[in-house]
Structures are given as structure tokens and as C-alpha cells.
């Protein structure tokens, strides 16, 4: 079975401050995938990145930052000089095995205050 | 114009009314999915089809039924709507291609449709 947790529920930061979105999941699998999406308040889902089991390597794209540790079993997610703009609820999502199912994490909802 | 469509984006129905949610795509994907999301469990996998004669159960496909029409086209229907199924539904498609050696099945998402039963 799967599982992906997101144990902080909700975060409020003020803007330009750093934030770091926890993502810890469970997998018998060798091979899989983890994703982030987020959600802004109009409702729909973006994409944000995909990274594989067997790429460690941590990756940055402007802003954002993941930091992926299979000892650890995270894919963390860190938002630098947080803006009113990343307001929205993260998932972290799952993909492991042979039938291309996501199984999602509850989701942050981040909160950033001008 | 938007890869991956839901209509109606919002409804309002009474319980014991059929309801069908429809799904377009034109990113030309095999692979389409339904999930519902409910405040504070994240999304759950409704149903899912990997090709147009492919259809399967995900986590919490009692209540609901789908059809798949075509290749770009997905339709989930609720036959006798309840309170409890009042929800966001959201549709995805997903390519399982490879490119640059790396695995490629993001799912990708519609809009989402409101949905209220009362």
C-alpha cells in the first residue's frame, strides 16, 4: 500500500519569509514518483513538479525548491521570499507500481500575509 | 483554449436526481481519471481508463458510474445523487510516454466541477 503524509495542515507567513512544506511517504515499491500540485483559491490544480525514485537530485525553479531524501523517505517542498501569490493549498502525491494511480497527501494550506 | 475541460463547473441538485459530469481533453492522452476532493482528505480516486475500451474502479467508485466515450472524452454520472457526494470533481488525463529516458505519467487536471446535492 501507499501513503503520503503532510503532517503541517496549515501555515501562515508573512511575505518575503521562507517556507517549507513537508511531504513524508510510504512505499514497498522500488520504482516510483512523487509529485507536487497546487491549488490556488480559484480551485484548479497546477502542476507543479515530478521527480523519480531514482533521481535524488534536488531541483530549483526560480522560487521553489524540492529537496527529495529517500533515506528519509521526504520530498520537501520550500518556497524562498514567500509572496501574497503562493497562497494556496500544496499537495504531494504518489505514484508507485505498475497502474500510474496517484495517491494524494490531505494538503497545506498556505497562508501569505502582506 | 484549456487542455482539459469539466462541465458544468458548478451544480446544484436534489438528492435522488441523476447527475452526469462530462470531461473533454485535447491533449491527446489514453489515460483519464476522476477524483472527488472533500475538505481535509485530499483528492480520492473516483474511477479511472486507460483506453477507451478500459475502464476501472479507484478508492470510492460505489454510487457513481462512467463512460468513456472516446479517447478525449470521460463522463462520470451519479445516479441517484445523495447530500454525501456533494463535493469538487475534478477530471486528469496522463500520457505513460517516456521522454529523455524518464518516466512521463503526470496527470494532468480539468477545472473542477462544484457540485451541491440536496
Known amino acids: 500500500a501507499q501513503k503520503v503524509t503532510q503532517a503541517q495542515t496549515e501555515i501562515s507567513v508573512v511575505e518575503k519569509e521562507d517556507v517549507t512544506l513537508d511531504c513524508v511517504y510510504e512505499t514497498r515499491d522500488t520504482t516510483y514518483y512523487l509529485f507536487w500540485y497546487k491549488q490556488p483559491p480559484s480551485g484548479e490544480l497546477v502542476f507543479l513538479i515530478r521527480?523519480?525514485?531514482?533521481?535524488?537530485q534536488n531541483e530549483i525553479s526560480g522560487r521553489y525548491s524540492w529537496n527529495f531524501q529517500k533515506s528519509t523517505s521526504s520530498f520537501n517542498f520550500t518556497i524562498t521570499a514567500s509572496q501574497v501569490v503562493d497562497s494556496a493549498v500544496y499537495f504531494c502525491?504518489?505514484?508507485?507500481?505498475?497502474?500510474?494511480?496517484?495517491?494524494f497527501g490531505k494538503g497545506i494550506t498556505l497562508s501569505v500575509r502582506p | 483554449d484549456a487542455d482539459v475541460t469539466q462541465t458544468p463547473r458548478n451544480r446544484i441538485t436534489k438528492t435522488g436526481k441523476r447527475i452526469m459530469l462530462e470531461c473533454s481533453q485535447t491533449?491527446?492522452?489514453?489515460?483519464m481519471y476522476w477524483y472527488r476532493q472533500d475538505p481535509g482528505l485530499g483528492l480520492r480516486l473516483i474511477y479511472y481508463?486507460?483506453?477507451?475500451?478500459?475502464?476501472n474502479k479507484g478508492e470510492i467508485s460505489d454510487g457513481y458510474s462512467v463512460s468513456r466515450q472516446a479517447q478525449a472524452k470521460f463522463s462520470l454520472s451519479l445516479e441517484s445523487a445523495i447530500p454525501n457526494q456533494t463535493a469538487l470533481y475534478f477530471c486528469?488525463?496522463?500520457?505513460?510516454?517516456?521522454?529523455?529516458?524518464?518516466?512521463?505519467?503526470?496527470?494532468?487536471f480539468g477545472p473542477g466541477t462544484r457540485l451541491t446535492v440536496l
Open positions: 481508463s486507460f483506453d477507451v475500451k478500459d475502464i
Open positions: 521527480r523519480n525514485s531514482f533521481d535524488e
Open positions: 486528469a488525463t496522463s500520457d505513460p510516454g517516456l521522454a529523455g529516458g524518464q518516466f512521463t505519467d503526470t496527470q494532468y
Open positions: 502525491a504518489l505514484n508507485s507500481g505498475a497502474n500510474s494511480k496517484l495517491t
Open positions: 491533449k491527446g492522452h489514453d489515460r
